[in-house]
Nanobody, 119 residues
């Protein structure tokens, strides 16, 4: 299963960006898709996750500013990021977990997209 991210870039503090992540390949069912980020010198951290039943979970640092959503027909997940802060600067990675048509589990990561917020 391949994940392709898009939508990163450079934005001023207070601005907005929308990230997209499209999954393709041998997919029977996606159980969850989410976004993580990794800033220089820091560990990768969960930003937001969206499960099959519609449940969401956000990092405290992004609650009220970021919104995760999905288009099931396109196997695509989005991350709308508003009121961006310089501390949101990081490489953002999409991940997906699910089941293949052969009924085996999969877990995949995207290549990452850079988000830079200037002050």
């Amino acid at each position: 299963v391949q994940l392709v991210e898009s939508g990163g870039g450079l934005v001023q503090a207070g601005g907005s960006l929308r990230l997209s992540c499209a999954a393709s390949g041998s997919i029977f069912r996606i159980n969850a898709m989410g976004w993580h980020r990794q800033a220089p010198g820091k560990q990768r951290e969960l930003v937001a996750i969206l499960t099959r039943d519609g449940s969401t979970n956000y990092a405290d640092s992004v609650k009220g500013r970021f919104t995760i959503s999905r288009d099931n027909a396109k196997n695509t997940v989005y991350l709308q990021m508003n009121s961006l802060k310089p501390e949101d600067t990081a490489v953002y990675y999409c991940n997906a977990e699910g089941i293949t048509p052969a009924l085996s589990d999969f877990g995949s990561w995207g290549q990452g997209t850079q988000v830079t917020v200037s002050s």
